[in-house]
Each structure stands twice: as structure tokens, then as C-alpha cells.
């Protein structure tokens, strides 16, 4: 009789593995593609059409962060996916706009400091050496084991800070280039425009492909087994972690050219960039809080250029 009961369990189990190893296997594959087109489709559009070219000659590059927020949109109402269950949701979205807004400034009062200070030299537009490199991916990790340790606790603070004055806070912000440019005679419409980029294309694209649509694809297939300082998390944040490095180390590859000099350095520092983003989005269950801190480093990264 125990027999009769053992096999066919066993054989559920056997189909379970199996069924789990086709669906894992599956998410990787689609993750994959989901990458592979949105790359191949925003380069296509600025190596072929004369709007891309023009974007390029401009120094703008919307069209990354707009396909990859098409692509999520699209994606997930053609596949009639929930879209909270995806980080898009405004669920909570006060706290975290605060808690986006906090770790923003911090993090760029902090690389502020840094760079004034002559640790290091910064240089958006060109890859880091090892020593720069090492000193970013340092940087990253403190940066997202203190955030794991904040978001540990409610922080009544953050919470009771009125979304009006965060809103303002955040649009003085984001502004900021664009006033600066205004009294420097610095070519307003085009920073106006860089900054749209900067806080939209980039940082809420981004956010939204990488820890909303990847990340979350492959949690639902591999779920998020591993526990670390009350951090649930799974072999998502690792893939969007390592998607996230290479989509920059690609920065310098030109395949319609014939270029391919990887920046292998540049993987590697924004893989650590993509753990903080993903740590943050696994924690709030938002993209929001990241899209905001991504979104005010780019923007307030013009600042430098235009006081020098």
C-alpha cells in the first residue's frame, strides 16, 4: 500500500523538477531576447534613420530609454502580466518617493564630496581604469549594505515627510542644470532636453526594464529562496545585476561598424550599481525609489560641467 503511494509521488516530483527546469529555462531564454531586442532596436534607430542620427550629433539619447519602457509596457499587456507584480505600481508610492528622493541626495552629496575632494576623477563619457573601477564598485557595495540595513526598520521620518514639499525638493532638483544654464548663457534648450533625458530615458527607463520587467521575470520563475540582513531576494537581482553591467559594457561596441572593444571594466561597476537598484526594488516592491535616485545621479552629474 505504501508503495502504491511513494511511486506515483515520486513521479509529481519528477514532473515537478522538470516543469520547474522548462519554466527557469524559459525566463532566461525570454529575458535573453527581451535584452538582445531592445538593444539591437535602439541601435538599429539611431544607426538608420536621419531622427536617430540626429540624436546622436546632439549628444541626446532618448531612444534607449524609450524602447525600453515600450518594450515593458507592450510585453506585459500583450502577455496580460499584472504590472504591480512587475515594480509598476504607485502602491506606496509616498514613501517611496521619499525614500528615492533621501538616497538620491545622499548619493550624490556623497560622489560630490569625492570628486571635490580629488579621491578619484569621474568621467561619465569614457571607461574607468582598474583603480577607478575598484573605488566605484567599492562605493556601490557600502552604498547597498547600509541601504539593506535603512530599509531594515520603518523610518517614521521618511514616512511623514508631505509629498508636496518632497515634489518640490525633487523638481528644484532636476532643474537645477537647466538654471544654471540660464544664468551661464550654457545653451538652454539643450540641457533642457539632456535633462529630460537623464531623468526620464534613463533613469526611469532603465529601472523600469532591467529591475521591472527582467528582474521580476525571473523571480516569478525562480522565486527568491536566499534571505540576507531580512533582504528576500533570488537569481533576478543577479541576472538584471549582470544585464545592467553589460548593456554599458556595450557602450563602445559598434557592430554596424565593425567596432567591438568591450568595456569590460564598465560591466563590472555597473553590475554593483545594478545590486543597489536591485536590492531596492526587491525591498520597496517598487521601481519607483530607484528610477528617482538613478535619475537625480545623471541629471545632477551635468552640474560639474557647467561650473568648470
Known amino acids: 500500500m505504501s508503495n502504491e503511494t511513494l511511486t506515483p509521488g515520486a513521479k509529481r516530483s519528477g514532473c515537478s523538477r522538470s516543469a520547474s ?10 529575458v535573453l531576447l527581451a535584452f538582445s531586442f531592445v538593444h539591437l532596436a535602439y541601435r538599429s534607430f539611431k544607426h538608420f534613420t536621419e531622427l536617430g542620427r540626429l540624436e546622436g550629433t546632439t549628444g541626446l539619447n532618448f531612444s534607449p530609454g524609450t524602447m525600453m519602457i515600450l518594450f515593458t509596457v507592450t510585453a506585459l499587456l500583450v502577455c496580460r502580466r499584472n504590472f504591480e507584480e512587475y515594480g509598476l505600481t504607485l502602491k506606496g508610492w509616498r514613501y517611496n518617493l521619499n525614500v528615492g528622493l533621501l538616497w538620491g541626495v ?16 569621474f568621467d561619465p563619457l569614457h571607461p574607468p581604469d582598474v583603480a577607478r573601477a575598484v573605488v566605484f564598485s567599492s562605493g556601490e557595495v557600502i552604498a547597498t549594505v547600509l541601504l539593506i540595513v535603512f ?11 508631505p509629498p508636496f514639499v518632497s515634489f518640490l525638493v525633487l523638481a528644484g532638483l532636476v532643474s537645477l542644470p537647466v538654471v544654471l544654464a540660464i544664468f ?5 534648450p539643450n540641457m533642457l532636453l539632456r535633462v529630460l533625458w537623464l531623468f526620464f530615458g534613463a533613469g526611469f527607463g532603465e529601472e523600469i526594464f532591467f529591475r521591472g520587467y527582467i528582474q521580476s521575470r525571473v523571480n516569478q520563475s525562480f522565486g527568491r529562496p536566499w534571505r540576507v540582513l531580512g533582504l528576500q531576494f533570488g537569481v533576478g537581482l543577479i541576472v538584471s545585476s549582470l544585464l545592467f553591467g553589460f548593456i554599458h559594457a556595450l557602450n563602445t561596441v559598434d557592430y554596424f561598424n565593425g567596432r567591438f572593444g568591450f568595456a569590460w571594466l564598465w560591466l563590472g561597476t555597473n553590475f554593483f550599481t545594478g545590486l543597489f537598484f536591485g536590492c531596492l526594488r526587491e525591498r520597496t516592491g517598487s521601481v519607483l525609489p530607484g528610477a528617482i535616485i538613478h535619475g537625480l545621479q545623471d541629471v545632477l552629474a551635468e552640474v560639474p560641467g557647467l561650473l568648470g
Do not use: D, K, P, T
Open 21 to 30: 527546469f522548462v519554466g527557469n529555462f524559459a525566463a532566461i531564454v525570454e
Open 106 to 121: 545622499l548619493i550624490v552629496v556623497a560622489a560630490g564630496l569625492i570628486v571635490n575632494f580629488h579621491f578619484i576623477h
Open 151 to 161: 530599509l531594515m526598520r520603518e523610518r517614521s521620518l521618511v514616512r511623514h515627510v
Open 184 to 188: 551661464l548663457h550654457r545653451g538652454v
